[in-house]
């Protein structure tokens, strides 16, 4: 950014960036009132609820991850380290977790921009285009405001890992792994310095750990580029090492992820049922159009400029599709920033194939019917926030036995809660509980109905085969039925609408 218009341009709209991405966050957690504790996530508060409970097994003192949702423990695994690493961080600090979450949010979505900035001032001149190509990405999104009004849910409305905007708005590894996965996917045509690939293979590495499906998706696109040129001709051995090099980063670290995982049941349970698989190609279409219908044409005219930077952005646009339709269980993931390419090659179209006059107009229709919808997802979390969903906010008295139970009962103690309280339980505590996220359960199904059919009708029996030492009734357990009459029951906590017992004799 050498010029200083382009410099006050990046900075306003980094600001504005961060404002919408901060203010909701501070809105829920002022309109919470005097009888609600904000949860502290507004977008997917399922899998929102385990960074947190990953950054408390940090914030313990502890490295290896273990699934905090199951009365059993495995071995532990090197993996979850980015949010593992905030929670030791929080503990240094003496800082809350959801406050050190939301600052690493908002750090990574900086460094994003950032990122994102520079991918595109190597694809585009000092100008009008470099600046909309940035907006575009930074704020756009498809067509999912329409689908909505027509009571339809498209994917940019939930897959944050494919944008930038929702994956900034969602969490801390989504943002920061698109960071990384920019600066490895930057085109260049400059020989590789020993320094700079050394640099290149620590990167890679480092995207591994924070995100691993996106180093197949770097080396899969510096791949498909190098294929091309090969094709066509061109000079290609700058694809091929890049290509080399992020696999030689990332790929050890992939390795040790299967290992790890595979020798571990309880992490294989939880690998073998998460599961995430491509949307519909015509949610696809909606979820990433307008761009995408403007970046079709740009990718095939991209790909006849030999030698030409923008073969990159062009080979993303084309392969990442084919990558996510091989049948595989995590599909979804390989969509991972794929927002990017087509923003920019949206508008890389416009300036080839229309008139300047013609192309601003354009430009300026594309980017109004790409914002809505973040616009909605801002407004679905501010009504979510006023009326105070349950999945949002625990109960006051929710929140005061979560910290009794830290507070009085040892490390690992078998909590029993209904299905959504369990959700929370291990962010607030040291307790483990049977069941509380579809995926990080393992045998997640039957577990959840289980539960639901013991708080329907209490049975003494099920509490002593599962060895709980705890039972855990709320708000949530009352909607499932009657407060439990059990034999063998010692209520040991009751405030506000909570009661706690302990299991079996004192």
């Known amino acids: 950014m050498s010029h200083r218009s382009e410099r006050v341009f990046f900075v306003a709209v980094l600001l504005t960036f961060l404002l919408a991405l901060g203010l909701p966050y501070l809105y829920a957690a002022r309109v919470a009132g005097q009888g609600y504790a904000f949860g502290g996530l507004l977008v997917n508060p399922p899998d929102g609820n385990t960074y947190l409970a990953k950054m408390r097994q940090g914030w313990r003192g502890e490295w290896l991850f273990t699934l905090p949702y199951n009365y059993e423990t495995g071995a532990g695994a090197l993996i979850n380290l980015p949010y593992i690493f905030l929670g030791h961080l929080a503990r240094w600090l003496g ?17 994003l921009l950032w990122a994102l900035y520079r991918f595109l001032a190597a694809l585009f001149p000092v100008g009008p285009g470099r600046r909309w190509a940035f907006l575009l990405a930074a704020f756009g999104s498809g067509f999912g405001w329409l689908a909505a009004l027509a009571g339809g849910f498209t994917p940019d409305l939930w897959v944050g890992e ?26 260049e045509e400059t020989p ?27 080396a899969a696109v510096w791949g498909g580029l190098w294929l091309w040129r090969l094709a066509r001709r061109q000079p290609a051995r700058l694809a091929f090492r890049h290509a080399l090099l992020s696999g030689l980063g990332g790929g050890p670290v992939l390795l040790y992820d299967l290992w790890a995982i595979r020798r571990d049941p309880l992490l294989a349970g939880w690998s073998g049922q998460n599961v995430t698989t491509l949307p519909p190609g015509w949610e696809l279409l909606v979820a990433f159009s307008p761009a995408l219908l403007l970046a079709l044409p740009g990718a095939f005219g991209a790909l006849r400029r030999a030698g030409d930077a923008w073969q990159l952005p ?64 801002l407004l679905s979390s501010a009504f979510g926030a006023q009326t105070r969903a349950p999945e949002l906010y625990l109960t006051q008295g929710e929140r005061a036995a979560f910290a009794w ?62 060895g709980a030492e705890y039972l855990f009734y709320g708000p949530r357990e009352r909607a499932l039925g009657p407060p439990p009459d059990l034999a063998g029951l010692r209520l040991v906590y009751e405030r506000d609408d909570v009661a706690i017992y302990a299991v079996g004799a004192p």
Request: glycine share 6%.
């Open 95 to 111: 800082l809350p977790l959801a406050l050190t979450f939301h600052a690493a949010r908002l750090a990574a979505a900086a460094f």
């Open 162 to 187: 494919a944008y930038p905007f929702l994956g900034a708005y969602s969490n801390v590894h989504f943002p920061l792994g698109l960071g990384l996965q920019l600066l490895l996917l930057t085109p």
């Open 192 to 218: 590789l310095t020993l320094r700079r690939g050394l640099g290149l293979v620590g990167l890679a590495a480092l995207l591994a750990l924070v995100s691993a499906f996106s180093v197949p998706v770097v």
């Open 314 to 377: 062009a080979v993303w646009a084309l392969v990442c599709p084919l990558l996510a339709a091989v049948p595989f269980a995590l599909q979804r993931r390989f969509l991972v920033g794929y927002f990017v390419p087509l923003a920019a090659l949206a508008v890389y179209a416009l300036g080839e194939y229309v008139s300047e006059s013609a192309a601003r107009r354009t430009r300026w229709t594309v980017f109004v019917l790409a914002v809505p919808t973040n616009v909605l997802l």
């Open 405 to 466: 139970l830290e507070a009085n009962t040892l490390a690992g103690a078998r909590l029993l809660a209904g299905p959504e309280t369990g959700l929370f339980v291990p962010v607030y505590t040291d307790a483990r509980v049977y069941y509380g996220h579809p995926f990080e359960t393992v045998e997640a199904g039957r577990k959840a109905a289980e539960l639901e059919a013991f708080y329907a009708a209490p049975d003494p029996e099920f509490l002593a085969r599962l």
